[in-house]
């Protein structure tokens, strides 16, 4: 079964660039969520979506990162222009929305380095 | 949502069991005790999780106190595998939102 994927694993572009990555969550997971993880911090959540709806963006910081979801099962998050402080991980977690357990399933990550 | 307090780091010895502590004082009645490890380079990868009742799967057992405001999680016979950063999060049923911390960073040595 093939798990979260995700790319790029690795981007490095300069400041003001626009950036954008891609997950593809694990399939009938109608659950996706996209983390910011720092170094030598733990994840923060940035978005949540169930199914195409964005139901948890309070962390998303909306002047410059974007989101979308629109069929339902893969998705974007985009960062235009980027910033020397927006260097992190991007991790993308998918799970089935499930009152017992709610498990994440989180992909590798795409690192982002912004000079 | 409640906040878990954990230490910063842990050495264990390879085959011996590893008990990392979780502090969740503030915990409330329908709020699960969640335990995720992340090694170096690679998303984080669920353990266990409990309500109440101290639970055992393959890869670890957790155990609650009765008052629910603290969680061990016991790794029974650690590995060189096992170095990773061990995370301990509170989350209230039906809510989805993962809350992570800095975690513990957990060092097996051979």
């Known amino acids: 079964e093939a798990g979260v994927v995700q790319s790029p694993r690795y981007k490095i572009i300069e400041k003001k660039q626009p950036v954008a990555f891609w997950c593809n969550p694990i399939?009938?997971?109608?659950?996706l969520y996209w983390y910011r993880q720092n170094l030598g911090q733990g994840p923060e959540l940035l978005i949540r979506?169930?199914?195409?709806?964005?139901?948890?963006d309070s962390q998303l910081p909306k002047d410059r990162f974007s989101a979308e979801r629109l069929k339902g099962v893969d998705s974007t998050l985009k960062i235009q222009p980027a910033e020397l402080g927006d260097s992190a991980v991007y991790l993308c977690?998918?799970?089935?929305?499930?009152?017992?357990?709610?498990?994440?399933?989180f992909g590798e990550g795409s690192r982002l380095t912004v000079l | 949502d409640a906040k878990t307090t954990q230490p910063p780091s842990m050495d264990c010895a390879e085959g011996r069991a590893a008990n990392l502590p979780c502090n969740h004082s503030?915990?409330?009645?329908?709020?699960?005790v969640y335990w995720y490890r992340q090694i170096h380079s690679q998303g984080p990868q669920y353990i266990i999780h409990?309500?109440?009742n101290n639970e055992t799967n393959e890869m670890a057992s957790l155990i609650i106190t009765e008052d629910r405001k603290s969680s061990t999680l016991i790794l029974p016979h650690a590995t060189l595998r096992d170095t990773a950063v061990y995370y301990c999060?509170?989350?209230?049923?039906?809510?989805?939102?993962?809350?992570f911390g800095t975690g513990t960073r957990l060092k097996v040595l051979a």
């Open positions: 503030t915990i409330s009645g329908n709020e699960y």
């Open positions: 399939s009938g997971h109608n659950t």
């Open positions: 979506y169930e199914n195409e709806e964005a139901v948890d």
């Open positions: 409990g309500l109440k």
């Open positions: 999060i509170v989350l209230l049923s039906g809510t989805y939102k993962y809350i």
């Open positions: 977690a998918s799970s089935l929305a499930s009152v017992d357990t709610g498990e994440l399933f």
